[in-house]
Structure formats: C-alpha cells, structure tokens
C-alpha cells in the first residue's frame, strides 16, 4: 500500500483504517454504568447513615462516652474520700503522739479543706447528672442518680 502512489492508493488506505472503527458507544456505556452505580451506592450509604445514626446513639460505647463525666467524678469522689482517711488517721496520730497544738490544728484544717472539697464536688456531679438526664441522655446502670456520701465512700476505700 505504502508504494502506491495516487488516488486509488489512498482510497485503500482509508477503507482499511475504517475497518478498525473504535466501539465508542460501548464505553459510553460502560462510564454510564459506572456513574450510576457510584451514584446508587452514595445515596444507599447516606440512607444506611442516617438509619444507623438510631442505632449509634443508644449504643454502649456511645452512652459510656456520653457519661464519661460521670466515672471521672466517681473516681475523683473515691480519691478525696481516701485523702480524708488519710487526713483523719493523721490527725488521730497527732492526737494520739501528743502533738503540738499547731500541727493538730493544721491536720484538723487538712481534713476540713478535704470534706469540703468532697462535698463541692458531690454537688458538682449531681447538678450535671440532672443535666444530664434533662438532655435525654440515656444513663448506664452504672451510674449513680446522686453522689455516694463521704461516710459511705469512706467505707469502701478506707478498708482498701
């Protein structure tokens, strides 16, 4: 083909290069296709979110995270309550050890600053419990509706 020279030659070629026409409404097709299921597969997973979204919010990881405030305050109440029975066995030393006036009076002080933080910070968590509660969070059954008193606190840590 390539020696022939003219019109005819020419004509050759061109009938030959149109026997190799590229299928081009098959890949049209084809990307259709594609784009569709991308689309049906998004809209299904915005669908399924939104379904699960229920599902997620009473969920115990959910609700643990939810209340996580909680535990770190029980935990806290638990630290104070065991600083008072340290407070209250130092004091008891002193009195016992017949201590000078001034260090009896400043274990006294210690135990007193130490209640009274176990006292604000009881109130504390009871007043975001009920905040709780009002914002319709579902509460773990862990989770005491009011703050351990510090006698009853003081019970189980001071045995430890």
Known sequence: MSQQNGPEGWRNVQRTASQYNFPWGWVFRVI???VLLVVVIGA???VF????A???VASPENVQAQWRFAYDTIEDL??????VCNAETALQESNNAN???NTVEQRRSHLLAFQNNYERVANDYDGQVRDAFRGGLVK????PERAPSLKANKLVVCSQ
């Open 49 to 52: 979110a939104w379904v699960g």
């Open 32 to 34: 259709g296709i594609v």
């Open 54 to 56: 229920g599902r997620d």
């Open 99 to 101: 201590a000078d006036s």
């Open 44 to 46: 299904l997973n915005f």
């Open 140 to 143: 773990p059954p862990d989770v």
């Open 78 to 83: 638990e630290a104070i309550a065991r600083n």
